[in-house]
């Protein structure tokens, strides 16, 4: 029986926990990062998602981490004029979401707004206290824009309303 070497993204994320998509399974989406990809992704894992889970102190889930073009086309994920541009694509976002009770999804939304570098977070959905689970990307240090983003469902379709200033 050979054994199959589990792949770290970082200290507390497995490439398959990074890469797991159960519509990528139904859909037989491939769903596999490569070189530069895989080195976007070690980055916002070293730099939000570990600091987050040591403030946190315990686990939290990732919603959603890399997704091909394909799998994002077939979520409804960010395009333009046919383009899939969806930082989850290049392996610059993840969602995460508390779902442990360590901190609530607000209090981790304000940990990073305060003491981490991003390059977009959206409170997504919600309400005015909690959202139902935080958006984040990174870029580099230097080019991150620390733009802050609400989500909210307006007649069926979703908005963005920029809280950056808020």
Known sequence: ??????????KH???KEATKSITAIRLSLANTPDG?????MKLIAEC????LRKWVGGPIKI???YRSEALNKAIGGASKNGKQTSQHCFGQAMDIDDIYNYKS???MF?????????DQMIWEFG????PDWIHVSYVSDSTNRNRILKAVRDKGKTKYIDITNS
């Open 1 to 10: 029986m050979v054994v199959k070497k589990k792949i770290m993204i970082s």
């Open 13 to 15: 994320i497995s490439e």
């Open 36 to 40: 530069n990809i895989l080195t976007n």
């Open 48 to 51: 939000v998602f570990e600091p």
């Open 63 to 65: 919603n959603s981490f």
């Open 105 to 107: 999804n607000s209090e």
């Open 110 to 118: 304000n940990y990073i707004k305060e003491n981490l570098n991003f």
């Open 127 to 130: 309400d005015s206290t909690n």
